[in-house]
């Protein structure tokens, strides 16, 4: 369980996330989702205990990040991509995490298998690609067997294929009871991926509700969500009136 209860980040005058108060239930997967700036990663950070409030508190398991004793076996994160020594291989990044995290050496071979990466387990991971990375980050979030997990924007440039094993994991790791939390600003995927929903803009609750609810008009969740993000949005272009299919032939070459 996480429980975020009136949190609160400044930067200098600007406000990145104001008087915010959700909780994430295990069981489920819960989407987190907002415009750009909204302030999603900046309260996952603040869960982590990487980033402190200037009020309010995120709890987990009801207790601060930093009051955890043992805290790679009761959160997992990934909320960087890339955030290994290039030089060093899978293998011996997790081995130091599990070193420094009170876990068995023997869980660095199993959530590799887990993820994907055992055959490539001893190459430099300077050398993966976006969706390698990807995995080798999660292996690292899942390797204490927490019952809390936070991925931050987890597909962000992976290909269909490491789209859809994201979406399984996060699925499965729900269905086993733990709590997952995951933002991402791909609506569709969300709605294929969430049951659960927290929607902020402007670092303040918009909606903490179910895809079911926001979709019960018979409307997309895309639609929803532009409903409710239409006072929040930082950047918005003009809008664009997509070709209808007779004009969106494709130009003829000579
Ligand atoms: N270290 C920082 N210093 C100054 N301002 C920051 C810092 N981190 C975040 N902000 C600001 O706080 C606000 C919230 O940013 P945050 O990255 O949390 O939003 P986000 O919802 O994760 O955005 P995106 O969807 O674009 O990743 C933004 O206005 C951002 O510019």
Not at 136 to 151: E, R, S
């Amino acid at each position: 369980m996480i429980s975020v209860h009136r949190l609160t980040k400044r930067y200098g005058r600007a406000v990145a996330v104001e008087e915010l108060s959700f909780d994430v239930a295990p069981g489920a997967v819960t989407g987190f989702l907002g415009p750009n700036g909204s302030g999603k990663s900046t309260t996952m950070r603040m869960i982590m205990g990487l980033d402190a409030p200037d009020a309010g508190q995120a709890l987990i398991g009801g207790r601060p990040y930093a009051e955890l004793t043992w805290p790679l076996r009761e959160v997992g994160a990934l909320l960087e991509a890339r955030t290994y020594h290039p030089g060093r291989s899978a293998h011996q990044h997790l081995s130091a995490l599990a070193a420094g995290g009170g876990i068995p050496r023997a869980r660095v071979g199993e959530v590799l298998e887990t993820v994907g990466l055992s055959e490539v387990a001893h190459r430099r991971a300077g050398t993966f690609s976006l969706g390698m990375s990807q995995r080798l980050g999660i292996a690292g979030a899942l390797l204490g067997d927490p019952g809390v997990l936070l991925f931050d924007e987890p597909v962000n440039g992976l290909d269909p294929e490491g789209v859809r094993w994201i979406r399984d994991l996060m699925k499965s790791l729900a269905a086993e009871g733990r709590t997952v939390l995951v933002s991402s600003h791909l609506i569709s995927e969300m709605a294929l991926t969430a049951e659960h929903l927290v929607v902020i803009g402007q670092g303040r609750l918009l909606a903490d509700t179910t895809v079911a609810e926001l979709t019960a008009d018979g409307g997309s969740l895309e639609e929803a969500f532009f409903r409710l993000t239409s006072g929040s949005a930082a950047y918005r272009g003009t809008n664009v009136t997509p070709p209808t299919s007779a004009s969106s032939s494709p130009r003829r070459t000579r």
